[in-house]
T-cell receptor
């Protein structure tokens, strides 16, 4: 199946831990994104990469560090997890990030910090 | 700055009712406008889009028209189905950036 996939789907962890979420797309797209959706369903972009280069870096704590080993993968590493990090994290990709290109979203990773 | 405002939900309708979900935007320049749908437990899917004034996007019976004079992109469907129950997000993308800016989402619940 051609798609954007994320692992894991659910992640439950303790405060202070470090965790990673992985994202892969096999659509041949050049641009990938991470979004955070809070408990009220508000969705906000965190990062975008174009061909392994960081393009967008919103006001996100530096505990969050994206890593793109190649243009098909964009992983999100989170250090020293806090309660407020609990959310659903969505990965997305688009052909090249221009105005008309559709962004394809992954199924999301629900992170719960206890 | 750029922003999107959607009507508060939930919107509760009976099957075959007419649907309108309001969306207005604030943007510099000429953004592209989108409606995304999120079914329970899934990621977002693009429902329709419009890239310039007076364009009408349509898909699966849903329509929205890019109205520059009222800075609106209201979503409509003539006859909703139970399977349309989902959260609908209006979004804009400014041509100068790569960012999609989303509204807060509107939950639609359709009952038989």
């Amino acid at each position: 199946d051609t798609a954007v996939s994320q692992t894991p789907k659910y992640l439950v962890t303790q405060m202070g831990n470090d965790k990673s979420i992985k994202c892969e797309q096999n659509l041949g797209h050049d641009t990938m994104y991470w979004y955070k959706q809070d408990s009220k369903k508000f969705l906000k972009i965190m990062f975008s990469y174009n061909n392994k280069e960081l393009i967008i870096n919103e006001t996100v704590p530096n505990r969050f560090s994206p890593k793109s080993p190649d243009k098909a993968h964009l992983n999100l590493h989170i250090n020293s997890l806090e309660l407020g990090d609990s959310a659903v994290y969505f990965c997305a990709s688009s052909q090249d990030g221009t105005r008309n290109n559709e962004q394809f979203f992954g199924p999301g990773t629900r992170l719960t910090v206890l | 700055g750029n922003s999107v405002t959607q009507m508060e939900g939930p919107v509760t309708l009976s099957e075959e009712a007419f649907l309108t979900i309001n969306c207005t935007y604030t943007a510099t320049g000429y953004p592209s406008l989108f409606w995304y749908v999120q079914y329970p437990g899934e990621g977002l899917q693009l429902l329709l889009k419009a890239t310039k004034a007076d364009d009408k996007g349509s898909n699966k019976g849903f329509e929205a028209t890019y109205r520059k004079e009222t800075t609106s992109f209201h979503l409509e469907k003539g006859s909703v189905q139970v399977s349309d129950s989902a959260v609908y997000f209006c979004a804009l993308k400014n041509p100068n950036t790569d960012k999609l800016i989303f509204g807060t989402g509107t939950r639609l619940q359709v009952f038989p």
